[in-house]
């Protein structure tokens, strides 16, 4: 019986690891936007973490707190948010600029600790990752292509490579199992077409092989804090590309994970080793920030919209038509969400 307990335990505890990671980056996000209305003057009447039942509720002040049962999402509910109201703390009677920081505090938050995890990331070991060729696997196909040791990687079919997470996404869907690249040679700009290399298929997504061992660059405090901003902007362009190549069709439905899938993903990193999670969660809060800003109706980037054009032209958006615009939108997202969610558990039972 107590061997069966710990099999359990030991095989789920990656999984309830990675629900803890999603409730830190939603609280987070949603702590951004409570530290932000508090700043700016507007009345938080509640700050929850997860959505439905309460499980705990505990009244500070002004602001209630609670936990509630499903613990995929949160909120933090202002005065006046979403409709009319006479306190003149509200967040609708507050400037334009003061609701725009607000709003905006939510997607900040999450990048500024995609940074943090970027750092904790890159903190083990003495070397960090260079986009410079050192040497080639036995048998390298790409060598024959003619790319060559202490080449330094420039870009790869038009897109600029910075980071060895950069030279990772663009070395994933290529069917052929050929790429352009730019490579820096000597000194010189040296541009190779048609380079080779062999495939792998994970998932219904074609990886190339890398086939060569890249340079490691001597850890100082200079480089450190270098590689942990470029990192950083790496993830940024790479959750950019996603969209951009999910738009375009490079990338099919089957590549998008909602909940359950990052969840799954999540679990089988942590299980082969922790460390594996701060690039992981680094990579998610990032995608979360950025995602929260498009200009889609029903998120941080909608509202920003529409408290811009007040800015611009000095008038509100009747509050009516927003709040439909709103509705609309959050309806379409969470209608997306469950056939992505669908989709996750599906290919777990089948997979």
């Not at 439909?324 to 959050?330: N, Y």
Request: aromatic letters at 12%; proline letters at 2%; hydrophobic letters at 45%.
């Amino acid at each position: 019986m107590i061997n069966a307990v710990l099999e359990f335990f030991g095989n789920i505890w990656p999984y309830v690891l990675a629900v803890l990671m999603f409730i830190v980056l939603i609280v987070i996000h949603e702590f951004g936007h409570f530290i932000a209305a508090k700043l700016m003057g507007v009345r938080v009447n509640e700050f929850a973490v997860g959505f439905g039942l309460k499980l705990f509720k505990k009244k500070l002040g002004e602001t209630t707190y609670a936990v509630n049962l499903i613990p995929l999402g949160g909120y933090c509910a202002m005065e006046g948010e979403d409709e009319d109201s006479s306190d003149e703390r509200a967040f609708c009677h507050k400037k334009a600029w003061r609701r725009f920081i607000i709003v905006i505090a939510g997607a900040v938050f999450n990048l500024l600790l995609g940074v943090i995890l970027v750092a904790i990331s890159l903190a083990p070991g003495k070397l960090l990752g260079t986009t410079t060729v050192a040497r080639f696997t036995e048998n390298a196909v790409s060598r024959q292509y003619g790319l060559k040791e202490n080449d330094t990687i420039i870009s790869v079919d038009g897109r600029r490579i910075f980071t060895t997470y950069d030279l990772s996404y663009a070395f994933s869907n290529v069917a052929d199992g050929k790429i352009d690249m730019v490579v820096k040679r000597d000194g010189e700009k040296v541009t190779l077409n048609d380079v080779k290399f062999k495939t792998e298929e994970h998932e219904g997504i074609n990886y190339l092989q890398m086939d060569f061992y890249l340079y490691g660059d001597k850890k100082t405090v200079g480089n450190y804090l270098k590689h942990t901003a470029k990192t950083t902007l790496s993830y940024g362009r790479v959750v950019w590309f996603s969209l951009v190549d999910l738009i375009s069709g490079k990338y099919g439905v089957s590549a998008v994970s909602g909940p359950v899938g990052i969840t799954a993903t999540v679990g089988t990193a942590a299980k082969q080793n922790l460390s594996n999670l701060w690039p992981i969660m680094a990579l998610i809060t990032i995608n979360l920030g950025i995602f929260n800003l498009l200009p889609i109706p029903a998120l941080d980037g909608g509202r920003l919209l529409f408290i811009t054009y007040e800015m611009i032209f000095k008038r509100k958006v009747p509050q009516k038509f927003e709040g439909v615009v709103h509705t609309i939108g959050f309806v379409l997202l969470f209608g997306i969400m469950i056939l992505v969610t669908f989709k996750d558990i599906w290919g777990l039972i089948t997979g």
